[in-house]
């Protein structure tokens, strides 16, 4: 089963990728950007079939390795 | 609008992110990964409203800025 985990900053927290990106295009032309806010997206391919089972296995990892809970978000999505 | 762009190295570029995160989670004690991906994503609030002028858009920063389309494949989210 294919899993893809989003893990964002939270609101509020600064975030300093998102503001480069943001300028980068503003100086090429890109006019109309509001925000910018950039995060990572981790794929995994896990043996669990379970639904259940995965998104369980995966939160589990999210809140031990893959998100800085204090300052990131993270969603699972499986399929 | 808000838009939302996934960046991934193609398939056969070499992902030694992906990688740190599936040992890590191994020696953690999370069996049954068959392999980790990482990329980027990137979240963009617009001002445009119409979705094809801002799909057609937001292509082209990916095409100019966002991914290096030599190693990296993307994918544009609109709504």
Redesign the interface.
Known sequence: MKARV?V?LKNGVLDPQ?EA?RH??GS?G???????????????????TDEAEARK?VT??CE???ANTVIESYSVELG
Chains 1, 2 share one sequence.
């Open positions: 989003h964002m998102g990106v980068a295009l090429m890109f006019d109309g950007v509001n925000g910018v806010r950039q995060g990572k997206v981790i794929e995994l391919d896990l043996a669990e296995t589990d990892m031990k390795l893959l």
